[in-house]
């Protein structure tokens, strides 16, 4: 069973926050909410987000797994805006999902859940540094080493206590650095690893300016990247490091 009422901007942030990485995925339902968690095909990102029941208008669900069209399923709810309500409901006969919004109706026909890839575990890292910054500081350093090279590497100099974004190009070097005073919390630690442009540019896509995000680092190792929207979105993300040869 699973029968709800989404505001536009909460089931628009749930999804944008899965399809910048994935294709189709696992929608998990429960009493609780929902909640989605997908790889790439790469194995080199992970997005886990989820929406309480609370922050519904109206929901009503049993523990169940939907296989979903991401762009489908986002064409669908684009059809309405900000504002606006999203109702989604199950067909337990036909396994079809119906949504309807503002005198529109879209039935869309789901996945075998079993044809998509299996969703895997959040492992375990103790990770020593971690950085609360805001998105719009995350998202110009990314933009400013997207300038100079492929890759970049993300930094907590312990010693000075600052983070930083570097990159270097062919010809030029880019270097962005948030001071201890300009985070709003970090807790110190010496790490650097470094990270495709690519896959940082499309997590960043989702991840609001205005939000406070948590960035927690190691030495050489995957980046974990958490917010959570206006809307109460609860997103994070985790990145494999590229690993350089010597």
């Given at each position: 069973m699973f029968n709800a009422t989404i505001e536009y901007e909460k089931i628009s942030?749930?999804?944008?926050?899965?399809?910048?990485?994935?294709?189709?995925?696992?929608?998990?339902?429960?009493?609780?909410?929902?909640?989605?968690?997908?790889?790439?095909?790469?194995?080199?990102?992970?997005?886990?987000?989820?929406?309480?029941?609370?922050?519904?208008?109206?929901?009503e669900a049993s523990d169940g797994v939907l296989g979903i069209d991401l762009d489908k399923l986002t064409n669908s709810v684009e059809m309405g805006s900000q504002g606006d309500l999203i109702h989604l409901e199950l067909d337990q006969e036909t396994r079809k999902l119906t949504i309807k919004v503002d005198g529109l109706s879209y039935t869309l026909a789901l996945?075998?859940?079993?044809?998509?890839?299996?969703?895997?575990?959040?492992?375990?890292?103790?990770?020593?540094?971690?950085?609360?910054?805001?998105?719009s500081q995350l998202n110009r350093g990314i933009q400013a080493a997207d300038m100079v090279g492929d890759h970049?590497?993300?930094?907590?100099?312990?010693?000075?206590?600052?983070?930083?974004?570097?990159?270097?190009?062919?010809?030029?070097?880019?270097?962005?650095?948030?001071?201890?005073d300009e985070m709003i919390d970090y807790t110190a630690g010496e790490a650097k690893s470094l990270f495709s442009i690519e896959y940082l540019k499309s997590i960043n896509k989702a991840i609001p300016k205005t939000a406070e995000i948590v960035i927690e680092l190691g030495e050489s190792f995957p980046i974990k990247i958490h917010f959570a929207t206006d809307s109460g979105v609860d997103v994070t993300y985790m990145l494999a490091p590229r690993i350089q040869s010597d």
């Open positions: 942030d749930l999804l944008d926050s899965i399809d910048v990485l994935v294709d189709e995925c696992k929608l998990q339902t429960s009493e609780n909410g929902l909640a989605i968690r997908a790889v790439d095909p790469a194995n080199v990102g992970m997005a886990d987000a989820s929406l309480h029941a609370s922050e519904c208008k109206e929901f996945i075998d859940p079993d044809s998509i890839r299996e969703e895997p575990d959040i492992p375990e890292l103790d990770l020593p540094a971690e950085v609360t910054i805001e998105g970049t590497t993300l930094l907590f100099n312990d010693e000075a206590e600052e983070f930083e974004i570097n990159a270097e190009g062919d010809t030029d070097d880019v270097d962005y650095t948030v001071k201890s």
